[in-house]
């Protein structure tokens, strides 16, 4: 079964501040993906990886940064979060082959003050 | 960018009832996949279906695939209240695309 550990699972941020969520995958994927849901909106892509050291910019990229170090790790950076990136937070890892299955973390609830 | 869409919006059936979840998608596939998510936890894949399929089958679970019409559905029979969840379709943004774009989800409630 594939594994897909996010930290922390709870976080509440102040307006302003910066907010690093953390993904880490045990499964060898090549892809990574970080997605947003929120009531209405489903999941909404906002940065996926292709392997380490590369970051793409998905469906709604502005007020994030992604960073993948390694194979394994994946982070989404808020440098100047904002009340309306109140959501949570999946990220998600996949084999790099056609029509891959995504197999998700657990999430990670942010509200940002 | 809303690839695909499921209808209805929600739903509730009594356990050993079955349901039908529609999806509609607006480009060329090779594949659909179904998701569910059960409150508090990530989506899972249930199904994958190419574009070569018409129908898929994963225990209680039938996907189905039309390309003419661009629409998929998942059916799911006798149901039980653990089916209680969110239904999701996903497509590729692209037949060369990384990108998993889901639609907004389906609500399922399954009442005892």
């Known amino acids: 079964e594939a594994a897909v550990t996010q930290s922390p699972r709870n976080k509440v941020a102040v307006t302003g501040g910066k907010v690093t969520l953390s993904c880490n995958q045990t499964?060898?994927?090549?892809?990574m993906y970080w997605y947003r849901q929120d009531t209405g909106h489903g999941l909404r892509l906002i940065h996926y990886?292709?392997?380490?050291?590369?970051?793409e910019k998905g469906d709604i990229p502005d007020g994030y940064k992604a960073s993948r170090p390694s194979q394994e790790n994946f982070s989404l950076i808020l440098e100047l979060a904002t009340p309306s990136q109140t959501s949570v937070y999946f990220c998600?890892?996949?084999?790099?082959?056609?029509?891959?299955?995504?197999?998700f973390g657990a999430g990670t609830r942010l509200s940002v003050l | 960018s809303q690839l695909a869409e499921e209808n209805p919006w929600a739903l509730s059936v009594h356990e050993g009832e079955s349901v039908t979840v529609n999806c509609s998608y607006k480009?060329?596939?090779?594949?659909l996949q179904w998701y569910r998510q059960k409150s508090g936890e990530g989506p899972a894949q249930l199904i994958l279906?190419?574009?070569?399929?018409r129908e898929k089958r994963n225990g209680r679970l039938r996907a189905t695939l039309d390309t003419s019409s661009q629409s998929s559905s998942l059916s799911i029979t006798a149901t039980r209240c653990e089916d209680t969840a969110v239904y999701f379709c996903?497509?590729?943004?692209?037949?060369?695309?990384?990108?998993?774009?889901f639609g907004s989800g389906t609500q399922l409630t399954v009442m005892p």
């Open positions: 998600a890892s996949g084999p790099s082959v056609s029509q891959n299955t995504l197999y």
């Open positions: 499964n060898n994927h090549n892809n």
């Open positions: 990886s292709y392997g380490a050291g590369s970051t």
């Open positions: 480009t060329s596939i090779t594949a």
């Open positions: 279906i190419r574009s070569n399929e």
């Open positions: 996903a497509t590729f943004a692209s037949s060369g695309s990384w990108q998993l774009i």
